[in-house]
Protein backbone atom coordinates (compact mmCIF):
# COMPACT_ATOMS: atom_id res chain seq x y z
CA UNK A 1 0.00 0.00 0.00
CA UNK A 2 2.88 2.47 1.09
CA UNK A 3 5.29 1.37 -2.01
CA UNK A 4 1.76 2.11 -4.53
CA UNK A 5 1.47 5.48 -2.87
CA UNK A 6 5.38 6.76 -3.20
CA UNK A 7 5.08 4.99 -6.95
CA UNK A 8 2.26 7.16 -7.74
CA UNK A 9 4.17 10.04 -6.19
CA UNK A 10 7.04 9.33 -8.69
CA UNK A 11 4.90 9.35 -11.50
CA UNK A 12 3.07 12.41 -10.81
CA UNK A 13 6.33 14.05 -10.40
CA UNK A 14 7.94 13.16 -13.38
CA UNK A 15 5.06 14.44 -15.41
CA UNK A 16 4.32 17.15 -13.64
CA UNK A 17 8.37 18.35 -13.91
CA UNK A 18 8.29 17.12 -17.81
CA UNK A 19 5.44 19.70 -18.50
CA UNK A 20 7.44 22.22 -16.89
CA UNK A 21 10.13 21.89 -18.64
CA UNK A 22 8.40 21.62 -21.74
CA UNK A 23 6.68 24.75 -21.30
CA UNK A 24 9.84 26.35 -20.39
CA UNK A 25 10.83 25.61 -24.07
CA UNK A 26 8.10 27.05 -25.26
CA UNK A 27 8.36 30.06 -24.09
CA UNK A 28 12.08 30.50 -24.19
CA UNK A 29 12.59 28.64 -27.42
CA UNK A 30 11.26 31.47 -29.58
CA UNK A 31 13.40 34.31 -27.99
CA UNK A 32 16.63 31.84 -28.08
CA UNK A 33 16.02 31.11 -31.45
CA UNK A 34 15.77 35.14 -32.99
CA UNK A 35 18.98 35.71 -30.71
CA UNK A 36 21.27 32.96 -32.17
CA UNK A 37 19.56 34.01 -36.16
CA UNK A 38 20.57 37.40 -34.92
CA UNK A 39 24.17 36.47 -34.43
CA UNK A 40 24.42 34.26 -37.72
CA UNK A 41 25.67 35.04 -40.53
CA UNK A 42 22.91 36.48 -43.20
CA UNK A 43 23.28 34.74 -46.11
CA UNK A 44 23.95 31.43 -44.64
CA UNK A 45 20.48 31.73 -42.16
CA UNK A 46 18.54 31.19 -45.69
CA UNK A 47 19.88 27.82 -45.62
CA UNK A 48 17.89 27.16 -42.73
CA UNK A 49 17.97 25.43 -39.55
CA UNK A 50 19.26 27.50 -37.26
CA UNK A 51 18.37 26.53 -34.07
CA UNK A 52 19.82 26.90 -30.41
CA UNK A 53 23.33 28.30 -31.62
CA UNK A 54 24.14 30.58 -34.65
CA UNK A 55 26.18 28.37 -37.47
CA UNK A 56 28.41 30.97 -38.14
CA UNK A 57 28.98 33.88 -35.64
CA UNK A 58 29.46 37.13 -36.77
CA UNK A 59 28.54 40.45 -35.20
CA UNK A 60 27.60 42.28 -39.01
CA UNK A 61 23.72 42.19 -38.39
CA UNK A 62 23.99 44.52 -35.54
CA UNK A 63 26.88 46.28 -36.81
CA UNK A 64 24.20 46.87 -40.21
CA UNK A 65 21.54 47.85 -37.58
CA UNK A 66 23.65 50.46 -35.68
CA UNK A 67 25.38 52.51 -39.04
CA UNK A 68 21.75 52.58 -40.36
CA UNK A 69 20.71 56.04 -39.36
CA UNK A 70 17.19 55.73 -39.28
CA UNK A 71 17.32 52.87 -37.31
CA UNK A 72 20.02 54.51 -34.69
CA UNK A 73 17.83 57.26 -34.53
CA UNK A 74 14.52 55.30 -33.59
CA UNK A 75 16.58 53.87 -30.72
CA UNK A 76 17.53 57.31 -29.48
CA UNK A 77 13.55 58.58 -29.71
CA UNK A 78 12.42 55.71 -28.09
CA UNK A 79 15.27 56.50 -24.98
CA UNK A 80 14.29 59.86 -25.05
CA UNK A 81 10.54 59.25 -24.91
CA UNK A 82 10.71 56.44 -21.91
CA UNK A 83 13.24 58.87 -19.87
CA UNK A 84 10.14 61.70 -20.51
CA UNK A 85 7.54 59.48 -19.44
CA UNK A 86 8.89 58.17 -16.69
CA UNK A 87 10.33 61.31 -14.91
CA UNK A 88 6.94 63.10 -15.66
CA UNK A 89 4.82 60.72 -15.72
CA UNK A 90 6.18 59.64 -11.61
CA UNK A 91 7.02 63.07 -10.32
CA UNK A 92 3.11 64.30 -10.91
CA UNK A 93 1.72 61.31 -10.16
CA UNK A 94 3.28 61.53 -6.86
CA UNK A 95 2.53 64.73 -6.49
CA UNK A 96 -1.30 64.44 -6.90
CA UNK A 97 -1.02 60.82 -5.03
CA UNK A 98 0.51 63.45 -1.90
CA UNK A 99 -2.20 66.17 -1.76
CA UNK A 100 -4.89 63.34 -2.09
CA UNK A 101 -3.86 61.83 0.52
CA UNK A 102 -4.25 64.59 2.72
CA UNK A 103 -7.04 64.14 5.24
CA UNK A 104 -7.55 67.59 5.49
CA UNK A 105 -7.34 68.92 1.57
CA UNK A 106 -10.51 70.69 0.84
CA UNK A 107 -11.50 69.08 -2.75
CA UNK A 108 -10.05 65.79 -1.75
CA UNK A 109 -12.97 63.94 -2.23
CA UNK A 110 -14.03 65.67 -5.52
CA UNK A 111 -10.58 65.68 -7.29
CA UNK A 112 -10.21 61.74 -6.23
CA UNK A 113 -13.54 61.12 -8.11
CA UNK A 114 -12.43 63.19 -11.06
CA UNK A 115 -9.11 60.86 -11.28
CA UNK A 116 -10.61 57.45 -10.01
CA UNK A 117 -13.44 57.98 -13.15
CA UNK A 118 -10.78 58.50 -15.50
CA UNK A 119 -9.84 55.23 -15.60
CA UNK A 120 -13.28 53.87 -16.63
CA UNK A 121 -14.10 56.18 -19.18
CA UNK A 122 -12.75 55.88 -23.05
CA UNK A 123 -13.57 58.89 -25.40
CA UNK A 124 -12.35 56.44 -27.93
CA UNK A 125 -9.56 56.97 -30.79
CA UNK A 126 -10.97 59.70 -32.89
CA UNK A 127 -12.32 62.19 -30.11
CA UNK A 128 -9.07 61.18 -28.80
CA UNK A 129 -7.38 62.00 -32.14
CA UNK A 130 -8.78 65.47 -32.64
CA UNK A 131 -7.96 66.48 -29.09
CA UNK A 132 -3.97 66.08 -30.22
CA UNK A 133 -4.54 67.57 -33.41
CA UNK A 134 -6.20 70.61 -31.58
CA UNK A 135 -3.57 70.86 -29.08
CA UNK A 136 -1.09 71.04 -32.19
CA UNK A 137 0.15 67.74 -30.57
CA UNK A 138 0.17 65.86 -33.92
CA UNK A 139 3.59 64.87 -35.50
CA UNK A 140 5.44 66.80 -32.99
CA UNK A 141 7.95 64.77 -30.41
CA UNK A 142 5.72 66.22 -27.64
CA UNK A 143 2.44 63.74 -28.37
CA UNK A 144 4.94 60.99 -26.71
CA UNK A 145 4.90 63.05 -23.43
CA UNK A 146 1.86 65.37 -22.95
CA UNK A 147 -0.47 63.06 -23.23
CA UNK A 148 0.84 60.54 -20.01
CA UNK A 149 2.32 62.74 -17.56
CA UNK A 150 -0.14 61.70 -15.07
CA UNK A 151 -1.83 57.49 -14.47
CA UNK A 152 -4.62 57.56 -12.23
CA UNK A 153 -3.79 53.61 -11.22
CA UNK A 154 -0.47 54.58 -10.48
CA UNK A 155 -2.19 57.29 -8.28
CA UNK A 156 -4.32 54.40 -6.60
CA UNK A 157 -0.65 52.43 -5.89
CA UNK A 158 1.15 55.40 -4.92
CA UNK A 159 -1.62 56.78 -2.48
CA UNK A 160 -2.08 53.38 -1.04
CA UNK A 161 1.69 53.71 0.05
CA UNK A 162 1.62 57.17 1.55
CA UNK A 163 -1.39 55.84 3.49
CA UNK A 164 1.52 53.95 5.29
CA UNK A 165 3.62 57.12 6.40
CA UNK A 166 3.05 58.15 9.84
CA UNK A 167 1.43 61.33 9.80
CA UNK A 168 3.56 62.78 13.11
CA UNK A 169 6.45 62.54 10.64
CA UNK A 170 4.46 64.99 8.37
CA UNK A 171 3.13 66.85 11.40
CA UNK A 172 6.66 67.68 13.10
CA UNK A 173 8.06 68.75 9.89
CA UNK A 174 5.18 71.17 9.39
CA UNK A 175 5.45 72.35 13.03
CA UNK A 176 8.90 73.54 12.41
CA UNK A 177 7.54 75.32 9.48
CA UNK A 178 7.96 73.25 6.74
CA UNK A 179 5.17 73.92 3.82
CA UNK A 180 3.88 71.52 1.57
CA UNK A 181 6.19 71.84 -0.86
CA UNK A 182 9.02 71.27 1.61
CA UNK A 183 7.04 68.06 2.88
CA UNK A 184 6.64 66.68 -0.59
CA UNK A 185 10.02 67.43 -1.87
CA UNK A 186 12.14 66.55 1.12
CA UNK A 187 10.32 63.58 3.19
CA UNK A 188 7.35 62.47 1.20
CA UNK A 189 9.67 62.06 -2.49
CA UNK A 190 13.06 60.15 -0.54
CA UNK A 191 10.76 58.26 1.97
CA UNK A 192 8.36 56.56 -0.99
CA UNK A 193 11.14 55.50 -3.44
CA UNK A 194 10.68 52.01 -3.04
CA UNK A 195 6.96 52.35 -4.63
CA UNK A 196 8.29 55.42 -7.19
CA UNK A 197 10.94 52.65 -8.02
CA UNK A 198 7.81 50.42 -9.06
CA UNK A 199 5.84 52.74 -10.77
CA UNK A 200 8.93 53.97 -12.60
CA UNK A 201 9.31 50.28 -13.82
CA UNK A 202 6.46 49.88 -15.19
CA UNK A 203 5.83 53.64 -17.06
CA UNK A 204 9.28 52.29 -19.05
CA UNK A 205 8.42 48.82 -19.87
CA UNK A 206 4.77 50.52 -21.34
CA UNK A 207 6.79 54.16 -22.79
CA UNK A 208 9.15 51.36 -24.25
CA UNK A 209 6.83 48.76 -25.59
CA UNK A 210 4.68 51.55 -27.24
CA UNK A 211 4.24 51.72 -31.12
CA UNK A 212 0.46 52.65 -31.79
CA UNK A 213 0.77 56.25 -31.05
CA UNK A 214 3.39 56.76 -33.44
CA UNK A 215 1.08 55.05 -35.84
CA UNK A 216 -1.80 57.22 -35.29
CA UNK A 217 0.34 60.61 -34.51
CA UNK A 218 3.36 61.02 -35.96
CA UNK A 219 3.93 58.07 -38.67
CA UNK A 220 4.31 60.69 -41.48
CA UNK A 221 7.53 62.11 -39.34
CA UNK A 222 9.96 59.51 -39.79
CA UNK A 223 12.36 61.36 -37.44
CA UNK A 224 9.90 61.08 -34.63
CA UNK A 225 9.74 56.90 -35.33
CA UNK A 226 10.74 54.57 -32.42
CA UNK A 227 12.09 51.65 -32.30
CA UNK A 228 9.56 49.42 -32.20
CA UNK A 229 7.30 51.41 -34.63
CA UNK A 230 10.28 50.50 -37.16
CA UNK A 231 10.50 46.48 -35.94
CA UNK A 232 6.64 47.05 -36.59
CA UNK A 233 7.34 47.72 -39.95
CA UNK A 234 9.95 44.94 -41.03
CA UNK A 235 7.40 42.40 -39.32
CA UNK A 236 4.97 44.06 -41.51
CA UNK A 237 6.64 43.99 -44.79
CA UNK A 238 7.89 40.43 -44.47
CA UNK A 239 4.34 39.29 -44.19
CA UNK A 240 2.68 41.31 -46.91
CA UNK A 241 5.41 42.44 -49.67
CA UNK A 242 2.59 44.94 -50.98
CA UNK A 243 2.98 47.12 -47.66
CA UNK A 244 5.70 49.48 -49.21
CA UNK A 245 6.51 51.19 -45.33
CA UNK A 246 8.22 48.36 -44.63
CA UNK A 247 9.56 48.13 -48.08
CA UNK A 248 11.43 51.21 -48.33
CA UNK A 249 12.83 50.39 -44.91
CA UNK A 250 14.89 47.20 -45.74
CA UNK A 251 15.53 48.61 -49.52
CA UNK A 252 17.41 51.41 -47.73
CA UNK A 253 19.46 48.68 -45.42
CA UNK A 254 20.06 46.55 -48.80
CA UNK A 255 21.87 49.16 -49.64
CA UNK A 256 23.99 49.75 -47.06
CA UNK A 257 25.42 45.94 -48.10
CA UNK A 258 24.43 43.09 -50.12
CA UNK A 259 25.42 41.07 -47.14
CA UNK A 260 22.15 41.32 -45.05
CA UNK A 261 18.58 40.08 -45.22
CA UNK A 262 15.32 40.95 -43.43
CA UNK A 263 15.17 38.01 -41.59
CA UNK A 264 18.69 38.64 -40.23
CA UNK A 265 18.15 42.31 -39.72
CA UNK A 266 14.87 42.20 -38.13
CA UNK A 267 16.45 39.11 -35.82
CA UNK A 268 18.97 41.89 -34.35
CA UNK A 269 16.19 44.83 -33.98
CA UNK A 270 13.92 42.38 -31.97
CA UNK A 271 17.06 41.34 -29.93
CA UNK A 272 17.83 45.46 -29.50
CA UNK A 273 14.22 46.04 -29.27
CA UNK A 274 13.49 43.15 -26.09
CA UNK A 275 17.11 44.16 -24.31
CA UNK A 276 16.21 46.79 -22.19
CA UNK A 277 13.12 45.02 -21.19
CA UNK A 278 15.51 41.67 -20.47
CA UNK A 279 17.47 44.15 -18.51
CA UNK A 280 15.73 45.46 -16.22
CA UNK A 281 12.61 42.55 -15.91
CA UNK A 282 14.89 41.16 -12.43
CA UNK A 283 14.43 44.05 -10.97
CA UNK A 284 10.63 44.09 -12.21
CA UNK A 285 10.17 40.85 -10.63
CA UNK A 286 12.05 42.01 -6.88
CA UNK A 287 9.40 45.05 -7.17
CA UNK A 288 6.93 42.40 -7.82
CA UNK A 289 7.51 40.49 -4.91
CA UNK A 290 8.13 43.69 -2.59
CA UNK A 291 4.42 44.31 -4.08
CA UNK A 292 2.38 41.15 -3.22
CA UNK A 293 4.01 41.12 0.00
CA UNK A 294 2.63 44.77 0.93
CA UNK A 295 -0.70 43.48 -0.73
CA UNK A 296 -0.47 41.08 2.53
CA UNK A 297 0.09 38.30 0.43
CA UNK A 298 1.84 35.24 2.01
CA UNK A 299 4.67 33.43 -0.56
CA UNK B 1 -32.80 89.69 12.57
CA UNK B 2 -33.28 86.41 11.04
CA UNK B 3 -31.74 87.46 7.90
CA UNK B 4 -28.82 89.11 9.37
CA UNK B 5 -27.74 85.93 11.25
CA UNK B 6 -27.81 84.13 8.40
CA UNK B 7 -25.80 86.76 6.32
CA UNK B 8 -22.76 86.96 9.33
CA UNK B 9 -23.22 83.29 9.10
CA UNK B 10 -22.44 82.98 5.51
CA UNK B 11 -20.07 85.94 6.23
CA UNK B 12 -18.06 83.40 8.50
CA UNK B 13 -18.36 80.66 6.50
CA UNK B 14 -16.42 82.04 3.30
CA UNK B 15 -13.91 83.27 6.05
CA UNK B 16 -13.28 80.00 7.06
CA UNK B 17 -13.24 79.07 3.72
CA UNK B 18 -10.87 81.75 2.65
CA UNK B 19 -8.46 80.82 5.22
CA UNK B 20 -8.38 77.15 4.49
CA UNK B 21 -7.52 78.24 0.76
CA UNK B 22 -5.05 80.38 1.90
CA UNK B 23 -3.63 77.78 4.38
CA UNK B 24 -4.28 75.00 1.52
CA UNK B 25 -2.26 77.21 -1.30
CA UNK B 26 0.37 74.90 -2.02
CA UNK B 27 -1.91 72.25 -2.29
CA UNK B 28 -4.05 73.74 -4.45
CA UNK B 29 -1.08 74.92 -6.76
CA UNK B 30 0.10 71.17 -6.80
CA UNK B 31 -3.11 69.79 -7.25
CA UNK B 32 -5.39 72.01 -9.36
CA UNK B 33 -3.09 72.33 -12.93
CA UNK B 34 -2.77 68.04 -12.89
CA UNK B 35 -6.71 67.89 -12.49
CA UNK B 36 -7.16 70.39 -15.16
CA UNK B 37 -4.82 68.13 -17.12
CA UNK B 38 -6.54 65.21 -16.05
CA UNK B 39 -10.37 66.66 -17.64
CA UNK B 40 -8.65 67.82 -20.56
CA UNK B 41 -7.34 64.57 -21.91
CA UNK B 42 -10.28 62.57 -19.93
CA UNK B 43 -13.51 64.09 -19.94
CA UNK B 44 -13.02 67.03 -22.58
CA UNK B 45 -12.67 64.69 -25.61
CA UNK B 46 -16.13 63.18 -24.70
CA UNK B 47 -17.35 65.91 -26.38
CA UNK B 48 -16.09 64.12 -29.59
CA UNK B 49 -19.12 61.99 -29.25
CA UNK B 50 -20.94 64.68 -31.25
CA UNK B 51 -19.24 63.70 -34.21
CA UNK B 52 -21.12 60.75 -34.37
CA UNK B 53 -24.42 62.24 -35.11
CA UNK B 54 -23.30 64.97 -37.54
CA UNK B 55 -22.09 65.12 -41.19
CA UNK B 56 -18.33 65.42 -39.45
CA UNK B 57 -15.69 68.02 -41.79
CA UNK B 58 -12.99 68.41 -39.56
CA UNK B 59 -12.51 72.25 -41.87
CA UNK B 60 -16.44 73.43 -40.23
CA UNK B 61 -16.76 75.05 -37.23
CA UNK B 62 -19.13 73.36 -34.57
CA UNK B 63 -21.93 75.01 -35.61
CA UNK B 64 -21.77 74.55 -39.23
CA UNK B 65 -21.72 70.83 -38.63
CA UNK B 66 -25.08 69.27 -40.47
CA UNK B 67 -26.67 66.79 -38.12
CA UNK B 68 -27.60 63.35 -39.54
CA UNK B 69 -29.12 61.84 -35.73
CA UNK B 70 -28.97 58.02 -36.51
CA UNK B 71 -27.50 57.94 -39.90
CA UNK B 72 -24.30 56.31 -38.91
CA UNK B 73 -25.47 53.92 -36.37
CA UNK B 74 -28.41 52.80 -38.63
CA UNK B 75 -25.81 52.48 -41.62
CA UNK B 76 -23.18 50.38 -38.91
CA UNK B 77 -26.18 48.29 -38.04
CA UNK B 78 -26.77 47.41 -41.38
CA UNK B 79 -23.30 47.01 -42.87
CA UNK B 80 -22.19 43.02 -43.50
CA UNK B 81 -18.82 43.97 -42.50
CA UNK B 82 -19.11 46.30 -39.29
CA UNK B 83 -21.47 42.84 -38.54
CA UNK B 84 -18.86 41.22 -39.19
CA UNK B 85 -16.14 42.88 -37.13
CA UNK B 86 -18.56 42.22 -33.72
CA UNK B 87 -18.53 38.46 -34.54
CA UNK B 88 -14.61 38.57 -34.62
CA UNK B 89 -14.34 40.91 -31.26
CA UNK B 90 -16.90 38.30 -29.37
CA UNK B 91 -15.68 34.92 -31.11
CA UNK B 92 -12.10 36.48 -30.22
CA UNK B 93 -12.43 37.73 -26.95
CA UNK B 94 -14.82 34.26 -25.72
CA UNK B 95 -11.82 31.97 -26.93
CA UNK B 96 -9.14 33.82 -25.47
CA UNK B 97 -10.54 34.39 -22.16
CA UNK B 98 -11.93 30.41 -21.57
CA UNK B 99 -8.16 29.48 -22.96
CA UNK B 100 -6.53 31.92 -20.70
CA UNK B 101 -8.78 30.66 -17.67
CA UNK B 102 -8.47 27.29 -18.26
CA UNK B 103 -4.74 27.45 -18.90
CA UNK B 104 -3.95 29.73 -15.84
CA UNK B 105 -5.96 27.82 -13.61
CA UNK B 106 -4.15 24.43 -14.90
CA UNK B 107 -0.87 25.88 -14.66
CA UNK B 108 -1.03 27.19 -11.35
CA UNK B 109 -2.66 23.61 -10.35
CA UNK B 110 0.63 21.89 -11.65
CA UNK B 111 3.01 24.48 -10.57
CA UNK B 112 1.85 24.75 -6.88
CA UNK B 113 2.22 20.51 -6.74
CA UNK B 114 6.52 21.63 -7.39
CA UNK B 115 8.00 20.67 -4.43
CA UNK B 116 11.41 22.20 -5.42
CA UNK B 117 11.49 26.00 -4.37
CA UNK B 118 14.25 27.02 -6.61
CA UNK B 119 13.06 24.93 -9.89
CA UNK B 120 9.64 26.39 -9.23
CA UNK B 121 10.75 30.21 -9.43
CA UNK B 122 13.08 28.92 -12.35
CA UNK B 123 9.82 28.09 -13.89
CA UNK B 124 7.58 31.14 -12.36
CA UNK B 125 10.36 33.51 -13.52
CA UNK B 126 10.54 32.45 -17.43
CA UNK B 127 7.01 32.30 -17.69
CA UNK B 128 6.05 35.83 -16.91
CA UNK B 129 8.76 37.20 -18.96
CA UNK B 130 6.88 37.55 -22.17
CA UNK B 131 4.22 39.34 -20.60
CA UNK B 132 7.05 42.39 -20.47
CA UNK B 133 7.93 41.99 -24.00
CA UNK B 134 6.05 44.45 -26.15
CA UNK B 135 3.26 43.01 -28.93
CA UNK B 136 5.61 43.67 -31.60
CA UNK B 137 7.90 41.58 -31.03
CA UNK B 138 5.43 38.91 -29.73
CA UNK B 139 4.18 38.53 -32.92
CA UNK B 140 7.52 38.83 -34.55
CA UNK B 141 8.44 35.66 -32.91
CA UNK B 142 4.38 34.18 -33.27
CA UNK B 143 5.40 34.79 -37.26
CA UNK B 144 9.02 33.54 -37.17
CA UNK B 145 7.44 30.48 -35.50
CA UNK B 146 4.91 29.96 -37.44
CA UNK B 147 6.46 30.70 -40.65
CA UNK B 148 6.35 28.20 -43.82
CA UNK B 149 9.91 28.28 -44.26
CA UNK B 150 11.99 26.58 -41.31
CA UNK B 151 9.27 27.60 -39.02
CA UNK B 152 9.48 25.45 -35.39
CA UNK B 153 5.85 24.65 -35.36
CA UNK B 154 5.78 22.95 -39.10
CA UNK B 155 9.16 21.84 -38.61
CA UNK B 156 7.90 19.59 -34.84
CA UNK B 157 4.51 18.69 -36.44
CA UNK B 158 6.38 17.77 -39.59
CA UNK B 159 8.68 15.54 -37.66
CA UNK B 160 6.45 13.73 -35.40
CA UNK B 161 3.84 12.92 -38.63
CA UNK B 162 0.62 15.33 -37.32
CA UNK B 163 1.48 17.01 -40.78
CA UNK B 164 2.43 16.11 -44.29
CA UNK B 165 3.36 19.66 -45.93
CA UNK B 166 3.86 22.50 -43.83
CA UNK B 167 0.67 24.48 -42.56
CA UNK B 168 0.35 28.24 -43.61
CA UNK B 169 -1.10 28.80 -40.08
CA UNK B 170 -1.43 33.10 -40.74
CA UNK B 171 -2.76 33.08 -44.10
CA UNK B 172 -6.04 30.63 -43.74
CA UNK B 173 -8.85 31.85 -41.68
CA UNK B 174 -9.68 29.17 -40.17
CA UNK B 175 -6.37 29.02 -38.08
CA UNK B 176 -6.36 32.74 -37.93
CA UNK B 177 -8.66 32.79 -34.18
CA UNK B 178 -6.75 29.68 -32.78
CA UNK B 179 -3.59 31.88 -33.58
CA UNK B 180 -4.31 34.46 -31.72
CA UNK B 181 -5.66 32.47 -28.76
CA UNK B 182 -2.90 30.35 -29.03
CA UNK B 183 -0.51 33.96 -28.93
CA UNK B 184 -2.35 35.39 -26.00
CA UNK B 185 -2.10 32.58 -24.22
CA UNK B 186 1.77 32.32 -24.86
CA UNK B 187 2.04 35.77 -23.73
CA UNK B 188 -0.29 36.04 -20.61
CA UNK B 189 -0.29 32.70 -19.31
CA UNK B 190 2.70 33.53 -16.17
CA UNK B 191 1.24 36.76 -15.80
CA UNK B 192 -2.49 35.49 -15.47
CA UNK B 193 -1.13 32.41 -12.92
CA UNK B 194 -0.10 34.99 -9.98
CA UNK B 195 -2.97 35.46 -8.59
CA UNK B 196 -4.04 31.99 -8.80
CA UNK B 197 -0.91 31.18 -7.23
CA UNK B 198 -1.53 33.81 -4.32
CA UNK B 199 -4.39 32.23 -3.26
CA UNK B 200 -3.17 28.86 -3.08
CA UNK B 201 -0.53 30.06 -0.91
CA UNK B 202 -3.33 30.71 1.45
CA UNK B 203 -4.54 27.28 2.06
CA UNK B 204 -4.74 25.84 5.60
CA UNK B 205 -1.65 23.05 4.99
CA UNK B 206 -3.79 21.07 7.76
CA UNK B 207 -6.65 20.52 4.78
CA UNK B 208 -4.20 18.94 2.92
CA UNK B 209 -2.36 16.57 5.84
CA UNK B 210 -6.43 15.50 6.76
CA UNK B 211 -6.77 15.03 3.58
CA UNK B 212 -3.42 12.40 3.33
CA UNK B 213 -4.79 10.69 6.63
CA UNK B 214 -7.92 10.16 4.38
CA UNK B 215 -5.76 8.77 1.85
CA UNK B 216 -6.18 10.99 -1.07
CA UNK B 217 -3.62 11.28 -3.53
CA UNK B 218 -2.20 14.40 -5.19
CA UNK B 219 -5.21 14.77 -7.84
CA UNK B 220 -7.57 14.44 -5.25
CA UNK B 221 -6.00 17.21 -3.22
CA UNK B 222 -5.86 19.45 -6.17
CA UNK B 223 -9.53 18.43 -7.07
CA UNK B 224 -10.68 18.36 -3.32
CA UNK B 225 -9.18 21.27 -1.29
CA UNK B 226 -7.22 23.27 -4.06
CA UNK B 227 -9.52 23.91 -6.91
CA UNK B 228 -12.28 25.04 -4.21
CA UNK B 229 -10.40 27.22 -2.22
CA UNK B 230 -9.16 29.19 -5.11
CA UNK B 231 -12.76 29.33 -6.18
CA UNK B 232 -13.87 32.81 -5.10
CA UNK B 233 -11.02 34.05 -7.38
CA UNK B 234 -12.28 32.21 -10.35
CA UNK B 235 -15.18 33.32 -9.96
CA UNK B 236 -14.51 37.17 -9.31
CA UNK B 237 -12.11 37.37 -12.01
CA UNK B 238 -14.65 35.44 -14.63
CA UNK B 239 -17.35 38.29 -13.86
CA UNK B 240 -14.77 41.00 -14.36
CA UNK B 241 -13.61 39.59 -17.70
CA UNK B 242 -17.51 39.45 -19.04
CA UNK B 243 -16.82 44.05 -18.57
CA UNK B 244 -14.33 43.42 -21.37
CA UNK B 245 -16.61 40.86 -23.52
CA UNK B 246 -15.75 43.54 -26.29
CA UNK B 247 -11.57 43.87 -25.82
CA UNK B 248 -10.40 41.51 -27.83
CA UNK B 249 -7.27 42.97 -27.54
CA UNK B 250 -6.29 45.13 -30.68
CA UNK B 251 -2.42 45.03 -31.33
CA UNK B 252 -2.50 41.40 -31.93
CA UNK B 253 -4.94 41.26 -33.99
CA UNK B 254 -3.58 44.47 -36.12
CA UNK B 255 -0.21 43.05 -36.66
CA UNK B 256 -0.95 39.96 -37.12
CA UNK B 257 -3.46 40.24 -39.97
CA UNK B 258 -2.50 40.35 -43.77
CA UNK B 259 -5.30 40.67 -46.66
CA UNK B 260 -6.35 36.53 -46.59
CA UNK B 261 -7.60 36.71 -43.05
CA UNK B 262 -9.37 40.08 -42.98
CA UNK B 263 -12.86 38.52 -43.02
CA UNK B 264 -11.74 36.84 -39.67
CA UNK B 265 -9.45 39.28 -38.00
CA UNK B 266 -11.21 42.69 -37.91
CA UNK B 267 -11.96 43.87 -34.53
CA UNK B 268 -14.34 46.83 -33.99
CA UNK B 269 -11.37 48.46 -32.96
CA UNK B 270 -9.93 47.82 -36.25
CA UNK B 271 -12.61 49.26 -37.73
CA UNK B 272 -12.08 52.53 -36.47
CA UNK B 273 -9.08 52.69 -37.29
CA UNK B 274 -9.60 52.04 -40.61
CA UNK B 275 -12.64 54.15 -41.45
CA UNK B 276 -11.74 56.82 -38.95
CA UNK B 277 -8.08 57.51 -39.89
CA UNK B 278 -7.38 55.85 -42.95
CA UNK B 279 -10.28 56.78 -45.02
CA UNK B 280 -10.91 60.13 -43.13
CA UNK B 281 -14.96 58.57 -42.65
CA UNK B 282 -14.85 60.61 -38.89
CA UNK B 283 -18.26 60.31 -38.25
CA UNK B 284 -18.46 56.24 -38.63
CA UNK B 285 -15.69 55.55 -36.74
CA UNK B 286 -16.84 57.25 -34.19
CA UNK B 287 -20.29 55.84 -34.36
CA UNK B 288 -18.44 52.73 -34.22
CA UNK B 289 -16.06 53.45 -31.49
CA UNK B 290 -18.88 54.88 -29.66
CA UNK B 291 -20.87 52.01 -29.95
CA UNK B 292 -17.96 49.63 -28.41
CA UNK B 293 -17.22 52.06 -25.50
CA UNK B 294 -20.64 52.66 -23.86
CA UNK B 295 -21.02 49.34 -24.15
CA UNK B 296 -17.82 48.23 -22.66
CA UNK B 297 -17.97 51.30 -20.03
CA UNK B 298 -21.65 49.69 -19.12
CA UNK B 299 -20.36 45.97 -18.86
CA UNK B 300 -17.37 47.52 -16.38
CA UNK B 301 -20.01 49.24 -13.88
CA UNK B 302 -22.35 46.39 -13.98
CA UNK B 303 -19.82 43.99 -12.99
CA UNK B 304 -17.63 45.56 -10.32
CA UNK B 305 -21.14 46.25 -9.17
CA UNK B 306 -21.74 42.78 -9.27
CA UNK B 307 -18.48 41.99 -7.32
CA UNK B 308 -18.82 44.63 -4.74
CA UNK B 309 -22.10 42.88 -3.91
CA UNK B 310 -20.46 39.63 -3.10
CA UNK B 311 -18.28 41.18 -0.97
CA UNK B 312 -15.27 39.56 -2.21
CA UNK B 313 -13.29 42.77 -4.00
CA UNK B 314 -10.49 42.14 -1.63
CA UNK B 315 -9.65 39.58 -3.36
CA UNK B 316 -8.20 41.07 -6.12
Known amino acids: MKRRVNYNEYIFNTINVTIMILFSITMLYPFWNTIAV ?50 TNVFFTAMIAYVLSRPNFIFRKQFTVILVVSMYINAGLIPTYFLIKNLHLLNTFWVYVIPSMVSAFNFLVIRTFLRNIPESIIESVRIDGGTDFIIFFKIILPLSKPVLATVALFVA ?26 LMEFLQSSQAQSRSAGDIGSMALSKTSNMVTP ?16 IVYPFIQRYFVIGMNLGGVKE | ?32 PI ?6 FSYVPLWGWTMAFQNFRPSKSFFQQEWVGLKWFKFLFSDPVFLRTIRNTLAMSIINTSLGFITAIGFALLLNEIKSVAFKRITQTISYLPHFLSWVIVTGLVATMLSVEDGAVNNVLLAIGVIKEPVLWLSEPKYFWGVI ?5 WKELGWNTIIYLAAMAGVDPTLYEAAEIDGCGRWRKMWYITLPSIKPTI ?35 IYVLLFGLQRS ?22 ANELVKRTGEERLI
Open chain 1, 263 to 278: VSIRAAITVIAATPII
Open chain 2, 1 to 32: MQNGSNRQERYVKLKKLNNTLVSQKQMLIMSV
Open chain 2, 35 to 40: ILYVIL
Open chain 2, 235 to 269: IILLVLSIGHILDAGFEMQYLLRNGLVQDVSDTID
Open chain 1, 205 to 230: VGAWNSWFDTLIYASSKVNLHTLQYK
Open chain 2, 281 to 302: NYSLATAAGLFKNVVNMTLIFL
Open chain 1, 38 to 87: SFNEAIDTIRGGITLMPRRFTLQNYRIVFSNGTIFHAFLVSVARTTLNVL
Open chain 2, 181 to 185: GATYV
